[in-house]
């Protein structure tokens, strides 16, 4: 069997199982070639690579991983698919489909059992309904993950992307840069899937940094610091930062002028490494239990 990215090829399998596609699962199946080689260039996929993919669909991406990686484990929730499935990658012995809630998957336990302990690739077109928890379950999970290559709605990507000082910075841009380089990879328009989103989409390219880059003594603080940080976008770090709710105005003043940052300033303009020295003033100050 061929490729299955084209418009003819996905109606055809679509239609002959007599498959109806669920929103509520976000269903929205890839119908463009050339999206497809920049998942697999963007996700560097090479022979020796162990595969996870969330939401496989038809099968139109795992096809072309299977006929590159080592193994690839696809993990799709609705259970109509299965025999779909079974029949598109029918040839390729090293997929493995299993019908889970990827929500519900111990996926440490997955990567021992089926992937060799790793490491890994996460590299999906993702429902668009739990994107975030999904890229952070890898993230925060003790999971061996090298590369998260993901489609996603075009917004989410500009915010996991996103500089300082830009409308887009937040919480999921911190959140995700602290353990990764991120990497515009493709933009994919509505028309490139069917049925049609009402909203684009981008490739981004998530790799996973071997070495800490920005050590903080409690990540706990760090995220909270970060959270009371953008609490309040339009207010100075004086003011946001009282929402940590265990430091006086006083003693914010002090954090700050030890972490030789200007109390006027406002959270969107911190870069992390201001965020992990801020945070350490910060969890120095954090009352004994
Ligand atoms: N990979 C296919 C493609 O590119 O054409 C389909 C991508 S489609 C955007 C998302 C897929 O994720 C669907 O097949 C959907 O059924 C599946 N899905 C939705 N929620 C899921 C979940 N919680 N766990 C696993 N798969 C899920």
């Known amino acids: 069997?061929?490729?299955?990215?084209?418009?003819?090829?996905?109606?055809?399998?679509?239609?002959?199982?007599g498959f109806k596609f669920s929103k509520s699962l976000g269903q929205n199946f890839l119908i463009d070639d050339n999206v497809i080689d920049s998942i697999l260039q963007g996700a560097r996929l090479s022979k020796g690579d162990q595969?996870?993919?969330?939401?496989?669909?038809?099968?139109?991406?795992?096809?072309?991983?299977?006929?590159?990686?080592?193994k690839v484990v696809a993990i799709e929730i609705d259970r109509k698919l299965i025999p779909i499935l079974r029949e598109t990658l029918d040839d390729l012995d090293n997929v493995e489909?299993?019908?889970?809630?990827?929500?519900?998957?111990?996926?440490?336990?997955?990567?021992?059992?089926?992937?060799?302990?790793?490491?890994?690739?996460?590299i999906a077109n993702l429902p668009y309904y739990i994107t975030t928890p999904i890229?952070?379950?890898?993230?925060?999970?003790?999971?061996?993950?090298?590369?998260?290559?993901?489609?996603?709605?075009?917004?989410?990507?500009?915010?996991?992307?996103?500089v300082p000082g830009t409308k887009d910075y937040g919480t999921l841009s911190i959140a995700v840069q602290y353990y990764c380089d991120t990497e515009i990879v493709a933009k994919a328009p509505r028309h490139m899937f069917i049925p049609q989103p009402n909203v684009d989409s981008t490739v981004i390219g998530?790799?996973?940094?071997p070495e800490i880059k920005y050590p903080v003594d409690s990540e706990e603080i760090f995220f909270k610091t970060v959270k009371a940080g953008f609490s309040q976008?339009?207010?100075t770090l004086l003011n946001s930062l009282s929402t940590l709710g265990f430091l006086s105005k006083e003693e914010i003043r002090e954090v700050l002028?030890?972490?030789?940052i200007d109390e006027k300033r406002r959270g969107?303009?911190?870069?992390?490494?201001?965020?992990?020295?801020?945070?350490?003033?910060?969890n120095a100050k954090v009352p004994s239990k």
């Open 1 to 17: 069997m061929d490729r299955l990215s084209s418009h003819s090829a996905t109606k055809d399998v679509v239609q002959k199982h």
């Open 51 to 70: 595969i996870i993919e969330v939401g496989p669909g038809i099968g139109t991406l795992t096809r072309e991983m299977g006929k590159v990686a080592d």
């Open 97 to 122: 489909v299993i019908n889970k809630d990827i929500l519900k998957v111990d996926v440490q336990e997955l990567v021992e059992e089926k992937l060799k302990g790793g490491p890994v690739k996460l």
């Open 135 to 162: 890229v952070m379950k890898f993230l925060e999970e003790d999971i061996p993950v090298t590369d998260i290559v993901v489609m996603v709605q075009k917004e989410v990507a500009d915010r996991m992307n996103a």
């Open 206 to 209: 998530l790799h996973v940094r």
């Open 233 to 235: 976008r339009r207010k």
């Open 257 to 260: 002028l030890e972490a030789n």
């Open 268 to 282: 969107e303009t911190l870069s992390i490494q201001e965020f992990a020295t801020l945070s350490n003033k910060v």
